[in-house]
């Protein structure tokens, strides 16, 4: 069964950076696509950044690009999301997914993790 955790959360300043990772327990970590979501207070569940298998493409939300970058280490099964220049509006639960063949419907989810910005 595939098991995601997600690691990293944590309360920063605005302006400040943090990073969050995503431990895979599967034998073919490389063969998927992986992304992070998010979801804020009272708000639905958004895409943040996703990367294609057999790819170094990248994909962001506007809403990141330029702070947020998405990386995997295959020989680890880790994937990561550095969030640089945070914002209080970046606050949110921080979920890593895998498998995500079309339009970054995901398949498998990890638990989340916290990412607070104080203003």
């Known amino acids: 069964q595939v098991q995601l955790v997600e690691s990293g959360g944590g309360l920063v300043q605005a302006g400040g950076s943090l990073s969050v990772s995503c431990a895979a327990s599967?034998?073919?970590?490389?063969?998927?696509?992986l992304a992070w979501f998010r979801q804020g207070p009272g708000k639905e569940r958004e895409f943040v950044a996703g990367?294609?298998?057999?790819?170094?493409?990248?994909y962001y939300a506007v809403s990141v690009k330029g702070r947020f970058t998405i990386s995997r280490d295959n020989a680890r099964n880790t994937v990561y999301l550095q969030m640089n220049s945070l914002k209080p509006e970046d606050t949110a639960a921080y979920y890593c997914?895998?498998?995500?063949?079309?339009?970054?419907?995901?398949?498998?989810w990890g638990q989340g993790t916290q990412v607070t910005v104080s203003s």
């Open positions: 997914a895998m498998n995500c063949p079309t339009t970054w419907s995901c398949v498998y």
């Open positions: 599967v034998p073919t970590f490389s063969s998927y696509s």
């Open positions: 990367m294609r298998w057999g790819s170094d493409s990248t």
